[in-house]
């Protein structure tokens, strides 16, 4: 059986949950395409993990039904993008949607130099560094979103924000566009990447296009399209579509529950190591852990914290529960 055949929810509308990996087209916002899911599978309950630009296109992972109580689990993990950087050119928005502000009118092959000192400054951004955030981004500003502000001739007062670069390929050049694949943190802009890397080359940059082909393990080769979605007549086949939830939480530590354990968690009470109700898969470290819940029959339960205080001996609360896994009686 495959993952997406293991994805539970074919029976009631209510009983819909999981995730679905789409491949956003150009154009639509997230929360547009958003909108268009609810629709297709007539939730209510439907979020993203992360945002995509209009302009930019690839890997949008979406929390149906109770998935959505684990998005905040899924929306902090690494991505990796394709993105094309035009140099000589600055605009309002740091990508092509914007007004052209300044344009290089000197050499800019001359000025930018060849592959190996490009590669040198981009090598510069590697590693955690504070990046300050696109004018037109979705960062509120006293609960107002910074590009609201923008529009209306304001200068939103962002901070810099930290965020970590671990791997920046220079794909190709043709001048004055570059092509770069990009390995970063949650919250680390492309726009104000390429921005910055025209400021360093001091010719000016901004983002003329991005796909988003990877978050955390979930590769943009697994992803569905808009229109192939719409295009499946029955909700049973768009059901069939979706992951189980906890695809997207392996990098949290499994702990398994025993009979008695999954009753006491049943009624959101804490379990305790020394007491036998739960059992631990390889090393934990001392203190709060989140872990990933399972049943004795190995099926997912939720999310936890375990706080470790010694060697055998540690509290499991629950966290965020999949009720619908529960025994009902």
């Given at each position: 059986m495959t993952s997406r055949e293991a994805a539970p929810g074919a029976g009631k509308v209510t009983d819909i949950r999981g995730l679905l990996l789409l491949d956003k087209p150009v154009g639509p916002t997230s929360h547009d395409v958003v909108d268009k899911v609810r629709r297709l599978f007539g939730l209510r309950k439907v979020g993203h993990t992360g945002t995509l630009d209009p302009l930019a296109t690839g890997l949008l992972v979406l929390c149906l039904g109770g998935a959505t109580r684990f998005a905040s689990y899924l929306a902090g993990q690494d991505k990796v993008y394709r993105a094309v950087i035009r140099l000589g050119e600055v605009s309002s928005t740091d990508d092509a949607e914007g007004e052209i502000i300044r344009r290089f009118e000197g050499d800019l092959a001359g000025q930018v130099g060849g592959r190996e000192a490009l590669a040198q400054v981009l090598a510069g951004f590697l590693g955690v560094s504070r990046q300050m955030p696109p004018s037109y981004s979705s960062k509120k500003i006293e609960g107002v979103p910074a590009y609201a502000l923008a529009r209306k001739g304001k200068t939103p007062a962002l901070k810099p924000a930290t965020v970590r670069i671990d791997r920046i390929?220079?794909?190709?050049?043709?001048?004055?566009?570059?092509?770069?694949?990009?390995?970063?943190?949650?919250?680390?802009?492309?726009?104000?990447?390429?921005?910055?890397?025209?400021?360093?080359?001091?010719?000016?940059?901004?983002?003329?296009?991005?796909v988003r082909t990877r978050v955390g393990a979930f590769a943009l080769e697994e992803a569905t399209s808009l229109a192939a979605l719409a295009n499946l007549e029955e909700r049973a086949d768009r059901v069939s579509c979706l992951l189980p939830v906890e695809r997207g939480l392996e990098r949290l530590k499994p702990v398994a529950l025993t009979a008695e354990g999954l009753q006491k968690m049943f009624f959101g009470r804490s379990l305790d190591l020394a007491a036998g109700e739960l059992s631990l898969e390889g090393e934990y470290a001392l203190g709060p852990n989140d872990v990933r819940l399972h049943a004795p029959d190995g099926s997912f339960l939720g999310v936890g914290v375990?706080?470790?205080?010694g060697?055998?001996?540690?509290?499991?609360?629950?966290r965020r529960l999949m009720i619908e896994a529960f025994p009902a009686d």
């Open positions: 390929s220079l794909l190709s050049v043709e001048l004055p566009h570059l092509e770069l694949e990009v390995a970063c943190s949650a919250g680390t802009y492309l726009r104000s990447l390429a921005r910055d890397l025209g400021e360093r080359l001091g010719v000016g940059g901004l983002l003329d296009g991005l375990l706080e470790l205080i060697r055998g001996a540690g509290v499991l609360r629950p």
